[in-house]
């Protein structure tokens, strides 16, 4: 297992950590400064803040900075209502495949879906099943695309308290199955967006991180659990103040020959976005050496 105590080489922002600073919205291209002023060589943005500063720019201040994408969030959101909907969805989804090929990143990320409607609040019907196929679908169909693209998908697993809203993939297990379906000879080109805070309690976790294998590990999240937790989707923790025992999930993916940045995502309404985006970062950058 490699050593984070002495450096921060292998430190990733996701910039949602720092989207607001003091509670005002932050522009990528000053978290790209920032982060790029404390030595931290790697990001993975977010698509609005991308769209906002327009994505040619920010693919040249990210050259400029000689930094890497640990991923880019994101894709997904298949599931629709009808043949429009799902349309617009793959469209949607190619042209986030292109923005993550312009901006160089090491794949994309997606956040699957579920039942249409649910994150307005107004779910459109029960059927969870019917939620999955569609998603198995828009995958597979958007794997033929980002192949030629060369942009690898790597599909997040959520916590299953989100299972109506945002991903019905809610498992490693879940999100491998899909993976040995539409890629059986694991190419390269689909595999897992490993984040902790979404898997730290499934008991069956070492055992798939061993199935997925350093092939289909594509990316790995770091924040903790807090207990209690404030807000289902906003109260997440920096690393070491909750439960989720980090550095036994980090030995385990790199048992499987992960070698990549550890990317610190976290959403955090009422204290880490309430505070300044420089002293978020340094505590980031503590705490990858301490507690990661
Ligand atoms: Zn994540």
Redesign the pocket.
């Known amino acids: 297992m490699r050593d984070f105590s002495q450096d921060h080489r292998w430190l990733s922002i996701?910039t949602a950590t720092v989207r607001k600073s003091r509670g005002v919205d932050l522009p990528l291209p000053e978290i790209i400064e920032a982060c790029a002023r404390r030595g931290i060589r790697a990001i993975s943005p977010w698509r609005d803040q991308v769209q906002a500063a327009g994505v040619s720019n920010i693919a040249k201040l990210v050259r400029e900075h000689g930094l890497s994408l640990s991923g880019y969030?994101r894709g997904g959101m298949f599931p629709a209502l009808d043949a429009a909907g799902l349309k617009a969805a793959r469209d949607d989804n190619r042209r986030a495949v292109d923005e993550a090929a312009q901006l160089g990143a090491r794949c994309l990320?997606l956040v699957v879906g579920s039942l249409p409607g649910a994150l307005q609040g107004r779910p459109a019907h029960k059927d969870l099943a019917l939620a999955r196929n569609q998603v198995g679908d828009g995958i597979g169909d958007l794997l033929e695309y980002a192949r030629t693209a060369g942009m690898p998908l790597a599909i997040?697993p959520l916590h299953p308290m989100y299972a109506a809203d945002r991903a019905c993939i809610n498992t490693m297990e879940q999100a491998l199955d899909v993976c040995d379906e539409l890629d059986p000879y694991r190419s390269g080109s689909l595999g897992v967006?490993l984040?902790v805070?979404?898997v730290w309690w499934d008991p069956k976790l070492q055992q798939q991180i061993a199935r997925a294998g350093g092939k289909r590990l594509l990316?790995f999240?770091v924040c903790d659990w807090l207990t209690p937790t404030a807000d289902l989707l906003n109260d997440r923790g920096m690393m070491g103040d909750g439960v989720i025992d980090i550095p036994r999930i980090r030995g385990w993916v790199e048992e499987q020959g992960f070698a990549g940045y550890s990317?610190v995502?976290i959403f955090s309404t009422a204290n880490w976005w309430q505070r300044p985006h420089e002293e978020v970062l340094d505590t980031c950058i503590a705490r990858h050496r301490s507690a990661v």
Request: aromatic share 8%; net charge negative; charged share 35%.
């Open positions: 996701n969030c990320v997040e967006a984040d805070y979404h990316a999240h990317e995502e």
